[in-house]
């Protein structure tokens, strides 16, 4: 915690898989958690990006998010985060439509549930914009994927 207050980017590399001692660590301003377990194939990735300051979820810490019960990270279903995810790399709603076969009515449906379920967690996300930053500091994407 001090390490990150005092605005160093810290990776956290440790032998705890537990989903509660990573959100741990996040809370306490890490850039990102891994396990030994994860090794170099997500180490040298994970420093990369922290030096970059991007974002970078190896396994285990998107799982703990993913997993995460707190009332602040919604529970998007799995429609829910490829509708909203294919929005964020289309140009148009009628484009994810499209794609998936849905009618854009249902795709707006989608991306409403998305809203209501932000808002619901204290967390309001009514643009675009507002979403996609929900969708990063959740993991649901990261820089590289946009």
Sequence with gaps: ERLADGGRRVV???QHADSDTALRCLELGAATYLTKAEGHEHLIPAIQATVEDRPYT?????GAMAADPRPDRPALSEREREV???WFESDSKQLVAQRFHLS???VDTYIARVRIKYADAGRPATTKAALVARALQDGLI?????
Excluded at 58 to 62: E, T
């Design 104 to 106: 854009v009515k249902t």
């Design 12 to 14: 956290v590399y440790s």
């Design 58 to 62: 190896p396994p285990v810490l998107g």
């Design 84 to 86: 909203l995810l294919a």
């Design 142 to 146: 990261d820089l590289a994927g946009l």
